[in-house]
Nanobody
Framework: QVQVVESGGGLVQAGGSLRVSCTVS????????MGWYRQAPGKQRELVAD???????NYADSVKGRFSISRDNAKNTVYLQMNSLKPEDTAEYYC????????????WGQGTQVTVSS
């Protein structure tokens, strides 16, 4: 059974930093593209960043230069380091594991709340 578990969310002041983590079990982690998405109330879920199995990086324009995604395949963990946080970053952050070679293989975590105070 696949488990996707996020941690590290919380309340942080504007301009501060936070690192969220996601640990996945039940898959061959190294084969998956790992992504962080976020959803604010009344908004659609959007991609924040992802990292492929080969280490290619992709960021939303709104977080470029501030956020950094990384992965540790030995720990089955993906991280999102968030710096220079803004109130607009406030959202529920979700971890996603995607294996595009197989149709429909897509796993989500339960989310972790990140709140940035002004």
């Amino acid at each position: 059974q696949v488990q996707v578990v996020e941690s590290g969310g919380g309340l942080v002041q504007a301009g501060g930093s936070l690192r969220v983590s996601c640990t996945v079990s039940g898959i061959i982690f190294s084969r998956y593209t790992m992504g962080w998405y976020r959803q604010a109330p009344g908004k659609q879920r959007e991609l924040v960043a992802d990292i492929t199995s080969g280490g290619s990086l992709n960021y939303a324009d709104s977080v470029k230069g501030r956020f950094s995604i990384s992965r540790d395949n030995a720990k089955n963990t993906v991280y999102l380091q968030m710096n220079s946080l803004k109130p607009e970053d406030t959202a529920e952050y979700y971890c996603n594991a995607r294996y595009s070679v197989t149709f429909g293989t897509n796993y989500w975590g339960q989310g972790t709340q990140v709140t940035v105070s002004s």
